[in-house]
């Protein structure tokens, strides 16, 4: 089945660090992948929506300086968290699809960050 | 903008029993619904994909159906075991996705 990789699991850095994000179509091409936040013991919330090739679109209230998407390859997505702080510490998930929003959406196993 | 809730938000439940979980959603207009698993600290895990002309998808002890029309879903787990303790998390797809509240549930054996 369609495989989602994402790396780093667990990132622990300082304040002021910029922290980036993979996250892979091991066995296909996903010309839109999708960027979560989720906070403890809460659902996901959409970030951005990665496109290949173009810029990504944000959701409202998600800095896009903040968070630099780059959607270099139809299999690779990366997400840049810049100069982080305490309150960017968080759990991030991708999913892409091999058709886009209306099929089956695969996610990646996310990446707990933590700003000290 | 699509609402999505999930109830009830935690579920304790013996071994072996038949449970069912609920989500419901704000506008009809969807592509599909999906149902997720989420252990702690971890990524989704897809269960079942309902298409906005079906009525229900089953895998398994799981079967979950749908009522566009309602804006209801429901996710229905037969014999429950320890190892189905998790969250459950709905998600619908419009324009883009939209993730429930989740519901935490727990299997004592």
């Known amino acids: 089945g369609a495989v989602v990789s994402q790396h780093p699991s667990w990132v622990i850095c300082k304040s002021g660090t910029s922290v980036k994000i993979e996250c892979r179509s091991l066995?296909?091409?996903?010309?839109?992948m999708f960027w979560y936040r989720q906070f403890p013991k809460q659902s996901l919330m959409l970030m951005a929506t990665?496109?290949?090739?173009?810029?990504?679109?944000?959701e409202q209230g998600v800095e896009k300086d903040k968070f630099l998407i780059n959607h270099a390859s139809l299999t690779l997505s990366t997400l840049t968290v810049t100069s982080a702080h305490p309150e960017d510490s968080s759990f991030y998930i991708c999913?892409?699809?091999?058709?886009?929003?209306?099929?089956?959406?695969?996610f990646g196993d996310g990446t707990r960050l933590s700003i000290l | 903008k699509q609402e999505v809730t999930q109830i009830p938000a935690a579920l304790s439940v013996p071994e072996g029993e038949n449970l069912v979980l609920n989500c419901s959603f704000t506008d009809s207009a969807i592509y599909n619904l999906q149902w997720f698993r989420q252990d702690p600290g971890k990524g989704l895990t897809s269960l079942l994909l309902i298409q906005s002309s079906q009525r229900e998808q089953t895998s398994g002890r799981l079967n979950a159906s749908l009522d566009k029309s309602s804006g209801r879903s429901t996710l229905y787990i037969a014999a429950s075991q320890p190892g189905d303790s998790a969250t459950y998390l709905c998600?619908?797809?419009?324009?883009?996705?939209?993730f429930g509240t989740g519901t935490s549930l727990t299997v004592i054996p």
């Open positions: 999913s892409a699809g091999s058709q886009g929003i209306n099929q089956p959406q695969h």
């Open positions: 998600a619908v797809s419009g324009n883009q996705f939209y």
């Open positions: 990665s496109n290949e090739g173009s810029k990504a679109t944000y």
């Open positions: 066995d296909f091409q996903a010309t839109t």
